[in-house]
């Protein structure tokens, strides 16, 4: 089959480090691996770090404070609507040129074009959704006076699509309260991995990091505040006084600095570990350093990669106890808890104390992953959306 992956997003691009960059790249290399043959239009690219392009992003900063919330939003909204144009000629011209049989978007906010260049050269359409857009938009950003707007285009896309790709049943329920009709065409695939995709054999950062025999509870991912790391280190903090627990957290992120400084006032400095932003090549070892891997909060919607990651190097994990998780795991392959502290709190002590329940759930969790959650077999459900 030839497939046109079309991601209209200005924003994103496929060299991401980020989950929604491993997820196209991951797509894509699976259906290639199959045997496929795939194009690709991209509406995203990345990020410039010249001097010229952090002035322009300064001034751009300084000219949002002066301009009501509402009034910028709105212009961000009506430059998107000039970028679908723009991106619609682009795909046009790919699909003139490639002959595709499907085409494979990512949907994107307030983007229309692939839906509607595809119905109108006659190409199958196949749309995978990973969040409510204009929901999330307002959530992130503020509201526009193009948010009917968005929700109408939204309800457009579902319409004309062949098939529609979602990561939970949490989004799948959202479309069908909007448009019941949609039953039929909506799949649930959830974010997966690749067994190839880390080093299974390099040794653990354990010396690296001055680690000796402690059980290490780690956390792994962008430090934003939608993926709870204050949780997760207060409710460490309460393990202060135990010798041999140690807590570390990998990655970069907006709020990294205010955990460092939560750490500082909760008095466990010595005991968290921050690594800072680390090279993709090296996840796998840091992941292998830990015993308890963590992620104490996530969106109502959204699959969250990193504990099927978690999964594939056996691990014990603790997870949020939101739909999406709850899609692929149960209480016999990990610990779920609610965003609190305490239950947070409770889900480590059960972990902490027992050797025999780690082994149990990362088993159980290491065996369900590699069965149902890989990336191959994402790709080949996903194209059964054609059929």
Known sequence: ????????????????????????????????????????????????????????????????????????????????????????????????????????????????????????????????????YPEERVAFSGKSVFLAKARKAEKKVWKATHGISVVSSALKSYILEKYPKASEKVAVIPNAISPTSFDQNGDDMRQKLGLNDELVIGFLGSIFPYHGVDTLIQAFSSFRDRTDLRLLIVGDGETLGAMKELCSALDITDKVIF?????????????????????????????????????????????????????????TDGILVDDSIQSTIKGLQRLVESEELRKWVASNWHQKVLANYTWDKAATKTLSLCE
């Not at 030839?2 to 989950?19: C, K, N």
């Not at 840091?286 to 990193?306: E, L």
Request: net charge positive.
């Open 275 to 331: 690594t800072g932003a680390v090279p993709h090549a090296n996840v796998g070892s840091y992941i292998r350093t830990m015993d308890i891997c963590c992620m104490s909060r996530s969106n109502w919607y959204g699959s969250p990669v990193k504990i099927f990651e978690y999964g594939l190097f056996e691990k014990a994990v603790l997870a949020p106890d939101v739909i999406p998780v709850r899609d692929v795991m149960s209480e």
């Open 1 to 132: 089959m030839r497939i046109l992956y079309y991601s209209p997003h200005p924003h994103l691009y496929l060299e991401a480090p980020t989950g929604y960059g491993r997820h196209m790249r991951e797509m894509i290399n699976a259906w290639e691996s199959q045997g496929h043959e795939v194009s690709k239009v991209i509406g995203g690219q990345k990020p410039k770090t010249s001097n010229k392009s952090q002035a322009a992003s300064g001034r751009k900063s300084r000219l949002k404070k002066l301009i009501p919330s509402l009034i910028w939003e709105s212009l961000k909204d009506f430059q998107l609507l000039k970028h679908d144009v723009r991106m619609a000629a682009g795909l046009k011209a790919a699909i003139a040129d490639f002959q595709p049989d499907l085409v494979y978007e990512r949907m994107a906010y307030l983007q229309t074009s692939g839906v509607n260049v595809a119905r109108e050269m006659g190409v199958k359409h196949i749309l995978e959704m990973n969040a409510p």
